[in-house]
């Protein structure tokens, strides 16, 4: 990327002058507003040709971009080499500035894997973070409950250990999972390494969807053993073949090829968009996410799947084909993502035929997801309104913090704050308070050792006062609180 940037327009100078004075080159251009805030940024192949666009009387604009363009005060531009390039820096900045009016997707957690450790007797363990060459990943899967949901179903089929090395390394006799079935029990050598392995390799060629090969290899184990006159052993592998079959009518994708692919798709209802994301892997369904897209309005549906593809694989692994229910610009991502890939990935908008019937499910876990928001909200409108009658409240008030004391024995006394406000909990505005210099179980000091170090702060202007506090407790913690406020 180029060091390259237009001059900053100055106040002094007029937008029209800085207008004619971009460049016709790719780049990035920032929206800026009269007081210096970044209102908007975007990526363009062509700077001037772009960024003039929103001030021609012809254009036509969405309503969230005209409100915007109403505000521009001024225009930074960076240019780049290419209009991948831009699109990369773009994302950078939409992460690290969030414009107001940029189409925004929280997704603050990283995806987890399922590992496949590299000790003699590898373990089956959920994992979320950095990933070490000496073991085997899987994934990424769109949340955790279908990393474990997977490892419980590996479990019946391939009986893979799951305990802790501290565990596995200090153990006398089998534990439960060995007694249900879930696991061979190598932390007392009940199966040799050469067994395991098998077990082991097995497991992988699952997980990468090589169905075929593990059914053979199961049948030509329970064979053997059935000729070697091993019947109990034939029966296990018999146990593993039918529970492999189970597992494959449940999961696997209506597909004749065991590819990972995602599937995207956007949609609007009830004054909401959401897109949710389907991931499949190695030809089987790994489970859905849904995205709720911030600063969209409800004729944004393009803009918002344009926004969560770069947004999202731009900082997540990519899978061979992207699937998406509308059709978007996706010729700059593709070629970015496939240099950063070294390896063609496939964008393909309106997808037919299977493809298409699992956008259409993708759409249906996208309604599902917003219908569910808006029942949780009208849920917690009625709770909030019956409170506001019990006590006596205006409707005004709408942010209510809570407090907890908790200890054990007296000793290591702890104070909790949650926050609700505007129809939901505010879980970024949590605080959690250490009391110190108190007697070891004064409940009623420590309640107003927190109120007042969580009050103080606010009086000082590092927060807002809320409209109701609520504590645990009885009159003794009421009426510290009560002086506390006084």
Same mark, same amino acid.
């Given at each position: 990327m180029t060091a390259d940037r237009s001059p900053p327009p100055a106040a002094s100078i007029p937008l029209d002058e800085t207008l004619a004075h971009l460049p016709h080159r790719p780049g990035v251009y920032r929206m800026i507003g009269a007081g210096g805030e970044v209102l908007y940024v975007g990526k363009a192949l062509d700077l001037r040709k772009r960024v003039t666009s929103y001030f021609q009387k012809t254009a036509a604009l969405s309503p969230r971009i005209q409100v915007m363009v109403s505000q521009v005060a001024s225009i930074d531009t960076t240019v780049t080499r290419s209009e991948s390039e831009a699109l990369l820096l773009e994302n950078n900045l939409i992460k690290s500035l969030s414009p107001r009016y940029n189409i925004l997707y929280r997704d603050d957690k990283s995806y987890p894997y399922l590992v496949v450790t590299g000790q003699t007797f590898p373990r089956l363990a959920f994992h979320r973070g950095a990933l070490d060459k000496k073991n085997r990943y899987f994934g990424p899967f769109p949340h955790a409950s279908a990393v474990r949901e997977s490892i419980q179903l590996l479990q019946k089929v391939f009986r893979l250990r799951t305990c802790r090395d501290t565990v596995f390394a200090n153990r006398s006799r089998p534990c439960l999972l060995h007694q249900i079935h879930r696991c061979t029990a190598p932390c007392v050598g009940l199966i040799d390494e050469a067994a395991y392995a098998n077990d082991v390799r097995d497991a992988a060629l699952f997980l990468e969807g090589r169905h075929d090969e593990v059914r053979r290899s199961l049948e030509a184990r329970m064979q053997d053993a059935a000729e070697r006159f091993a019947y109990e052993d034939a029966a296990l592998y018999r146990d593993q073949i039918r529970s492999l079959k189970a597992v494959q009518a449940r999961q696997f994708v209506n597909s004749s090829k065991a590819l990972d692919a995602d599937v995207v798709a956007v949609v609007r209802e009830q004054g909401m968009i959401a897109v949710n994301l389907v991931?499949?892997?190695? $030809?089987?369904?790994?489970?859905?996410?849904?995205?709720?897209?911030?600063?969209?309005? *409800?004729?944004?549906?393009?803009?918002?799947?344009?926004?969560?593809?770069?947004?999202?694989?731009?900082?997540?692994?990519?899978?061979?084909?992207?699937?998406?229910?509308?059709?978007?610009?996706?010729?700059?991502?593709?070629?970015?993502?496939?240099?950063?890939?070294?390896?063609?990935?496939?964008?393909?908008?309106?997808?037919? $035929?299977?493809?298409?019937?699992?956008? *259409?499910?993708?759409?249906?876990?996208?309604?599902?997801?917003?219908?569910?928001?808006?029942?949780?909200?009208?849920?917690?409108?009625?709770? &909030?309104?019956?409170?506001?009658?019990?006590?006596?409240?205006?409707?005004?008030? @709408?942010?209510?913090?809570?407090?907890?004391?908790?200890?054990?024995?007296?000793?290591?006394?702890?104070?909790?704050?949650?926050?609700?406000? @505007?129809?939901?909990?505010?879980?970024?505005?949590?605080?959690?308070?250490?009391?110190?210099?108190?007697?070891?179980?004064?409940?009623?000091?420590?309640?107003?050792?927190?109120? *007042?170090?969580?009050?103080?702060?606010?009086?000082?202007? *590092?927060?807002?006062?809320?409209?109701?506090?609520?504590?645990?407790?009885?009159?003794? @913690? &009421?009426?510290?609180?009560?002086?506390?406020?006084?």
């Open positions: 991931m499949i892997r190695a $030809g089987i369904h790994r489970g859905d996410r849904t995205f709720f897209a911030q600063n969209a309005r *409800e004729d944004d549906e393009g803009d918002a799947v344009e926004a969560f593809l770069t947004q999202h694989y731009l900082s997540t692994p990519v899978p061979d084909a992207v699937y998406v229910n509308r059709g978007v610009d996706t010729e700059a991502l593709s070629t970015l993502l496939a240099e950063r890939q070294g390896r063609p990935v496939h964008i393909q908008t309106s997808p037919t $035929g299977e493809r298409r019937v699992w956008v *259409e499910m993708a759409e249906q876990n996208a309604k599902l997801a917003i219908g569910q928001r808006v029942a949780t909200h009208q849920a917690q409108e009625a709770r &909030l309104s019956a409170l506001h009658e019990a006590l006596g409240l205006p409707d005004t008030a @709408q942010r209510i913090e809570c407090f907890d004391i908790s200890h054990t024995m007296g000793e290591a006394t702890v104070a909790s704050c949650v926050v609700y406000d @505007q129809g939901g909990m505010r879980t970024s505005e949590y605080r959690r308070f250490n009391i110190s210099g108190i007697t070891p179980g004064d409940d009623y000091a420590a309640m107003e050792q927190a109120l *007042e170090r969580r009050y103080r702060r606010i009086v000082d202007g *590092e927060g807002r006062l809320p409209d109701l506090v609520l504590i645990d407790g009885g009159r003794g @913690q &009421l009426g510290r609180a009560v002086q506390v406020m006084q």
